[in-house]
């Protein structure tokens, strides 16, 4: 079992090696990326040590525990933790996405329910800012436009780690834990506006999708139209005043990115970028994956973004995971940031079906 370790410890033990080496770091790209392949492979590499072990611990116990009962009890606790690291090691071998140590642009957009889908917005968006404070991440929102009576119709957030070399312990990245959110979040509730107190059902749509660099996809500046508007909605000095927003439209595929929250036209077009590139990176991944075997494909990944895929009950204080059958009734809690039950609920899921697949 696990042989294929041994050729994964000796990756790490090159991978070692080249990173003491002071001039490996002059190019600075290729030493993220062997710190990346370090990172997979360093809690592995460290399971795998001790999973070996703790075999060779059990067969030291059972000898003495011919000799003294006393034993026998150390076998049995050799035993148990052996198998947890069995299922560990299991776990850690499963096929990580390639995307999983990106930072995320986040996009919240309201949906069906008018000013009350745009309040559920709001939310949401404090949610996901909560929850990035929580777990040590940075957030700067890039560009929004707010409703009338307050929420917001549309905001996108970048996410990111602090550290920024893309070296995070295995399923810890941004990418790794948020891209089990994109998908329709439903809400049901009392609207601030319903005098009589009723129930209102209303959405938003999540968009999560990992930040790309701009050596994950090559632009033709040819194949971009760039349009300047004047901004509008509430703001500053330059804002109505100025031709400063930017739409750029990438001709070939369609996709479209556009920004008006910076206060120059350069400002808004270096974000329009960085969001289009994102977008271009996501689409190409969703077309290599649509081309890929289904075992390749995660159950939990693959789920259609038109359908929703959580609900917010706030009168019963009830949060609840259609994909996964996750329930718990700490709305107020999730609200304020503590998604890690649920998300960690959707990453069980997603494991279980790659090891599923991998079999």
Known sequence: ????????????????????????HADQANARKLNKRYAELTPI??????????????????E?????????????????QRDELT??????????????????LLEIKAGAGGDESALFAGDLLRMYLRYAERVGWKTEIIDS??????????????VKTKGGNGATEPGQGVWARMKYEG???????????????RIHTSAAGVLVTPEAEEVDVEINMNDLRIDVYRSSGPGGQSVNTTDSAVRITHVPTGVVASC??????????????????????????????????????????TVDRSEKIRTYNFPE??????????????????LDGDLDAMIQACVDADSAAKLAAAQ
């Open 1 to 24: 079992m696990f042989e294929a370790v041994e050729d994964l410890i000796g990756e790490h033990a090159d991978l070692e090696t080249k990173l003491a080496d002071p001039s490996v």
């Open 45 to 62: 590499v460290g399971t795998y040590r001790a999973w070996k072990q703790t075999g060779e611990d059990i067969v030291t116990a059972r």
């Open 64 to 80: 003495f525990a011919a000799d003294d009962p006393d034993f026998a009890a150390e076998v049995k606790d050799l035993t148990a």
């Open 87 to 104: 299922e560990k090691l299991r776990l850690l071998l499963v096929p990580r996405d390639p995307s999983d140590d990106k930072d995320v």
């Open 145 to 158: 436009t707010e409703s009338d009576q307050g929420g917001y119709k549309d905001v996108q957030v970048a």
């Open 183 to 197: 998908g329709v979040h439903r809400v049901q509730r009392v609207p601030a506006t319903e005098s009589a107190g």
């Open 260 to 301: 008006q929250n910076e206060k120059s036209q350069l400002q808004n077009k270096e974000q329009a970028m960085r969001i289009l590139r994102s977008r271009l990176l996501a689409a190409a991944q969703e077309a290599a994956e649509q081309e890929a075997a289904d075992a390749r494909r995660s159950q939990v990944r």
């Open 317 to 334: 204080n009830r949060i609840s995971d259609h994909r996964v059958g996750f329930k718990a009734y700490n709305l107020d809690q999730v």
